[in-house]
Structure formats: C-alpha cells, structure tokens
C-alpha cells in the first residue's frame, strides 16, 4: 500500500472556493459524466439535499457531483450553482426535454466562527472552477474553512478545525477520503489514541475531556442545538453499485467512531458518502475496510492541518508546545 495524491483517482476533480471573513466555504467534487454512490447518515441533525437519490430502491444510477458545504442548512441552496455550471458543459441525466444534472450535497454548520454569511450559488460554481485546477488541498479551505471540534462547553472553549484529505493505492486500487471536520466531540489519533483537538479548559492550556464531562450532565438541561457536524465522502476507482457503497460508506463511518469521541449524537449531522468511478475490480470488504482507515486518516489530517484563526487554537498549537518542552 502506498500513499497517493487523492487528485489521481480517476474519475474525480475537487474544488474549493471560501469566504474568509465570513470563514465559510464549499467543497465540489465533480464526477464527468456521472459516478454510482451511496450515503450513510448517522448523526441526528443533518442538512442534505437529494440523497434520497442514494437509497438503492431509487432509479438513479449515479450522480454529477457532491458539494460539502458550511452554511448549515442556508448552504444547501449552493448546489444550484453546481447544477448551473453542469447544465453549461452539457452534463446531467438526459430526461428527453433537458439535461437535469444530479448534485447531493450536505451542509455542516460553521455561523458562529465568522460574520454571519454561507455558501451561495456563486461560491460554489467558483469552487467549480477550481476543480479544473483538481489541486490538492487541505485546511482552512472550501467546506473547513469555518470548521470547529469540542464544543460540548460552547464556542470559548472550541477549537479550530479544517478539511481533511488522505488517498492511498493497493496496485491499481486507488481509495481517497475528503472531510470536513465539525465535531462535537473531541478528536483523537486513529492510531495511537493520543488526543490531537477539542474542549479546552477555561484558561485553554489544556484539553477536557467530553465524555467525562457529559457523564457528569447527564441530566437534559443543555441545549446542543445540531451546531456541528461532520461531513465527507470516500472515493475509488473501484466498480461498485450505489447498493455497494451504500455498504461501504456505512463500513467508512467506522473511521468516525475511532476518531472523534462522541460521535453520531443528536447535536451532530455525521454524514459519510462513497463515490466509485469503476476502473477495478475489488471486493467489498477490502474496499469497505480500506474506506474507514482513510477517513480516519483524513480526519487526523483536518485537525493537524487546520491554521488558527479568529483567536481559536489548533492542534499544531499543542504539538508545538510538546516539541518545545
């Protein structure tokens, strides 16, 4: 196994576009003429838009394109402006009247970071044309730009996030994972379990732990409105049907759970996707087990590479302090 640039799975090129005063942003991922995909949804407060077209008993075979997006729920009107740019190349489903491009999206929510604004439709057909770059990027960009974990004691306490990426390659085998990281919960190495961003103590030198500190307010007096969420989508050349990745984005959830402590509650919107362009053929247990290791990679990576802004420390704030003592 080797690592790869994620920009080299066939069948994909992503895009960012941001607003740095707003610090809100989007992230497409567009799919040619079209990318079979599947959904697992396991968080209690989600945005999306149009994933009913993912349950295997729907018609559509595949989709366009995927926007992640920060706005909250104000974001998802960003996707018509996928479905705009779309529309102009001459990509969508042919209905005999007019090409419909099919664009899912879903949102996370990051209002409290910067000046109150989301993703509009012009953000998003600029992170389009973006994705004719098909760079690879990661931090404060597209749909982490806002992105915050630990917020269980609310935003004095929070810290900064980002958007995560990691890809890797079995001979032609290739599996990428793209993340927008806006836990509740605290974030956590996959391998070795060292704590690597969330809640602060009041004087911010030192982490809290959210479990621990959710079992003493046991009792439902907190309001944790769905203000979170993480969001992102696993990607292979592999040949899968959307039945297929609905598996295997349900098997990719798993590298949310071995990363970020709590996950998949209420306050939450946890939503992973799986996309397949189908070049190879691999089982699905490979590709559902390959899935989880690179989305828990991919979100080590949002926090590790996040840039502090607006006051609100980083993980690289503690791993600087660890290499100076």
Same mark, same amino acid.
């Given at each position: 196994? /080797? ?21 809100? !942003? ?16 396991? #968080? ?10 993912? /349950? ?35 990509? !969508? ?20 970071? #910067? ?23 990661? #931090? ?25 990426? /990691?890809?890797?390659?079995? !001979? ?21 379990? /060292?704590?690597?961003? !969330? ?127």
């Amino acid at each position: 196994m /080797k690592t790869i640039q994620i920009n080299t799975i066939e069948g994909f090129r992503i895009g960012h576009a941001q607003d740095a005063e707003g610090m809100t !942003g989007c992230t497409v991922i567009l799919c040619g003429d079209g990318a079979a995909a599947g959904i697992d949804v396991r #968080g209690g407060g989600p945005a999306s838009r149009e994933t009913e077209l993912l /349950k295997p008993v729907a018609g559509a075979d595949y989709i366009h394109a995927l926007l992640l997006s920060g706005g909250s729920a104000f974001g998802l009107d960003a996707a018509g402006g996928v479905m705009a740019y779309l529309l102009k190349q001459g990509i !969508g489903f042919d209905t005999g009247v007019a090409k419909v491009p099919l664009v899912c999206s879903s949102c996370l929510f990051d209002l409290q970071v #910067g000046k109150v604004l989301w993703p509009d439709r012009a953000m998003a057909a600029a992170a389009c044309d973006d994705a004719q770059k098909n760079e690879c990027r990661h #931090g404060n960009v597209g749909a982490g730009m806002g992105a915050t974990v630990g917020k269980f004691g609310g935003t004095a306490t929070m810290m900064k996030s980002g958007l995560g990426v /990691k890809a890797v390659a079995i !001979g032609k085998f290739k599996m990428g994972a793209v993340v927008a990281v806006n836990a509740l919960g605290d974030i956590f190495d996959p391998d070795t379990g /060292k704590e690597l961003a !969330g809640m602060l103590n009041p004087g911010r030198t030192a982490f809290q732990n959210t479990e621990e500190a959710m079992y003493q307010s046991i009792a439902p007096v907190q309001n944790l409105f769905t203000g979170n969420t993480t969001i992102g989508a696993v990607l292979t050349n592999a040949r899968f049907s959307k039945t297929a990745l609905t598996k295997i984005a349900a098997m990719a959830q798993n590298g949310l759970a071995r990363t970020i402590r709590p996950v998949h509650t209420m306050a939450d919107g946890d939503s992973v996707y799986a996309l397949a362009s189908g070049q190879v053929d691999v089982d699905i247990n490979v590709a559902g087990t390959l899935a989880a290791r690179v989305m828990a990679d991919a979100i080590k990576d949002a926090v590790c590479s996040a840039q502090p802004v607006k006051g609100l420390k980083t993980a690289r704030d503690f791993m600087k302090r660890k290499r100076e003592k």
